[in-house]
């Protein structure tokens, strides 16, 4: 369970997210689902039937999403990948976990992003040691893409694309 935080601007991060790796991206938006319904039932000890089950609560993301303006900026990412999907897939609707816990989280989301910005951020990227968080997940994210293309899951031209965004995005 992780979040790839590709720019600490929520929409800039999907957007990075979404042209970088648009596997992981809309796989991003399932996990989302899963870390804020377990900060939710776990951290705040919300009780609703709708959220999913809690995943490992000692997951430090997990726990990183309890804080009210870590959840706020999950939730802001979880709305802008949800646009992303919407805008370049071929139904043009709501990925399903959107349509079923938005309102939800829409419900507890705190409001601050535009006065306050997260102050720790947790590094749960290949690069631990990297200081710098959004180089730590954009190095993370380029060697999932080279992955990809060893397997077969990607070809050489959207190796090429996604090599060529990144190297834009940093």
Not at 18 to 26: I, T
Not at 116 to 130: A, L, R
């Amino acid at each position: 369970m992780n979040i790839f935080i590709l720019d600490k601007n929520p929409k800039k991060c999907a957007k990075s997210l979404w042209y970088s790796s648009p596997l992981r991206a809309n796989k991003q938006i399932l996990e989302l689902a899963q870390i804020m319904s377990t900060a939710l039932s776990q951290g705040f000890k919300i009780k609703n039937k709708t959220l999913y089950k809690p995943i490992n609560s000692k997951n430090p993301i997990c726990t990183w999403a309890e804080h009210p303006e870590n959840f706020t900026w999950c939730y802001e990412l979880f709305k802008e990948l949800n646009s992303l999907f919407i805008e370049k897939s071929l139904k043009k609707k709501n990925h399903s976990s959107f349509e079923k816990l938005n309102p939800i989280f829409k419900k507890y989301r705190w409001i601050w992003y535009s006065q306050k910005p997260v102050k720790i951020w947790q590094n749960s990227s290949m690069f631990k040691t990297e200081e710098n968080i959004t180089k730590a997940y954009n190095k993370t994210i380029f060697e999932k893409i080279k992955n990809d293309l060893s397997e077969k899951i990607i070809s050489e031209n959207q190796f090429n694309k996604q090599k060529e965004y990144l190297s834009l995005a940093s």
